[in-house]
């Protein structure tokens, strides 16, 4: 299973990317992918979740508003649309997935994903 991460890139504060990450296997397998980040000198943060049993997106307060979770199932793919970006949302980010259903106290956490994505840098400046 590998899950290839891209998108990402450098822009100013204000502007948009998308990043995308693509599944060597059928998304609609997963029953919960989402995307976390990691700023340079931080620990890596939940950023949002989609789970599939309950249809439900999940975001972290700090990027609510701002960006939208999204998926293919026919592309196997899943995408994360970056809007109003601010120079704290600078971080690697990472995709990943999670083939059994999470609790809802345990979404945030990165250790209950079976699978990760190589990240994608995003740099933004001010």
């Known amino acids: 299973v590998q899950l290839q991460a891209s998108g990402g890139g450098l822009v100013q504060a204000g502007g948009s990317l998308r990043l995308s990450c693509a599944a060597s296997?059928?998304?609609?397998?997963?029953?919960?992918m989402g995307w976390f980040r990691q700023a340079p000198g931080k620990e890596r943060e939940f950023v949002v979740c989609f789970r599939r049993t309950f249809g439900s997106t999940y975001y972290t307060d700090s990027v609510k508003g701002r960006f939208i979770f999204s998926r293919d199932n026919a592309k196997n793919t899943v995408y994360l649309q970056m809007n109003s970006l601010k120079p704290e949302d600078t971080a690697v980010y990472y995709c990943a997935a999670a083939t059994r259903a999470l609790i809802r106290s345990a979404l945030a956490l990165d250790r209950e994903y079976d699978y990760w994505g190589q990240g994608t840098q995003v740099t933004v400046s001010s």
């Open positions: 296997v059928r998304t609609v397998d997963w029953n919960t």
